[in-house]
């Protein structure tokens, strides 16, 4: 969950005391198919709680692979869905 809330583009974390964590981001559907593609399951909550991707805890090594993979959606899936600025 710490490792989560450092993600500049995860807008907040859910509180919870069961094995799934709850997070917002407006790039839930871009994180979705992402991850999806990468064969990592996560799942949309859109229709229950706008703007939600529901983790649910793994092992230490499906966690890692988790934020590694959060990490490159940071730098490159999110950069390149960003309104550029006109300069």
């Given at each position: 969950e710490i490792e989560l809330r450092k993600?500049?583009?995860?807008?907040?974390?859910?509180?919870?005391?069961?094995n799934f964590i709850l997070i917002e981001t407006e790039f839930s559907f871009e994180i979705y198919d992402y991850l999806?593609?990468?064969?990592i399951i996560i799942r949309n909550r859109?229709?229950?709680?706008?703007?939600?991707?529901?983790?649910?805890?793994?092992?230490?090594?499906?966690?890692?692979l988790l934020l590694q993979a959060l990490q490159v959606v940071q730098t490159e899936v999110i950069s390149i869905n960003q309104p550029q600025s006109l300069s």
């Open positions: 993600l500049n583009f995860i807008n907040r974390v859910y509180p919870s005391d069961s999806s593609n990468k064969g859109n229709s229950q709680v706008k703007n939600t991707l529901r983790i649910t805890i793994g092992t230490k090594e499906e966690n890692k």
